[in-house]
């Protein structure tokens, strides 16, 4: 929950057409930086990666095979920055050339996770789409290959991001002011 926001108030951030015109360029780079290969192992992080994954991926012509990860940063028993893997991917990446897609980076932990364990498991290459980054919550570097949106400190919701579960549905990056 966010603390002082009982009857949020929505204020637009990145409006659809935005989101969609830089989601075109963004797919535009991916094509052309793997032109040459077969095959593009696209990984998106549920469940706020939905979304941006989608839309991209369908206007991405490199032939792609999709699989998912879910992870949790909190809880009980888990120290600052610990994540733990609740969903692993089903598809072996091993020699495989991987896009890890996500909607934000924050503090950095989840994708250095992910990122740390996709090259441990011996992919030919990973590199790392995010749509949104929020350069002022990062504890842990984290190189972004392809970046959508550099956003301010705020409380963001829409298009995946949720507050409470809610407003993931949106089709506009939004930000909730008390
Ligand atoms: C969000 C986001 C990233 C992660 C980034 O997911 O989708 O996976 O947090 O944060 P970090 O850089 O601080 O690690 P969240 O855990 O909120 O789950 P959700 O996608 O299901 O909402």
């Keep these: ?20 015109t830089r989601i075109a360029e963004l797919a535009r780079e991916i094509d052309r930086d ?3 290969a077969e095959r593009l192992i696209c990984i998106g992080v549920l469940k706020g990666s939905v979304f941006f994954l989608v839309d991209l991926l369908k206007k991405v012509q490199t032939p ?3 699989d998912f990860f ?7 028993g888990t ?3 610990e994540v733990r893997i609740r969903k692993d991917i ?7 050339h991987v896009l890890l897609i996500e909607d934000i980076v924050d503090t950095g932990y989840t994708l250095r996770t992910i990122l740390d364990l996709l090259r441990f ?17 990062r ?14 400190d705020r409380f963001v919701v829409g298009y995946g991001l949720d507050y409470d579960q809610l407003y993931r549905n949106l089709p506009f990056i939004g930000y909730l002011e008390p």
């Excluded at 879910?70 to 009980?76: E, I, L, W």
């Excluded at 089903?90 to 495989?96: A, P, V």
């Excluded at 842990?140 to 550099?150: A, H, L, N, T, W």
């Design 121 to 137: 498991r011996g992919a030919r290459s990973v590199k790392l789409c995010a749509l949104l980054d929020k350069e002022a919550r």
């Design 70 to 76: 879910q992870t949790s940063s909190y809880g009980a």
């Design 1 to 20: 929950m966010v603390e002082g926001i009982e009857k949020p108030n929505l204020k637009t951030l990145i409006s659809e057409e935005r989101l969609q």
């Design 90 to 96: 089903d598809m072996s990446i091993r020699g495989q």
């Design 79 to 81: 120290e600052p920055g």
């Design 34 to 36: 793997y032109a040459d």
């Design 64 to 66: 792609v095979a999709v």
């Design 139 to 152: 504890e842990v570097e984290v190189p972004i290959d392809y970046s959508g949106f550099s956003i301010e």
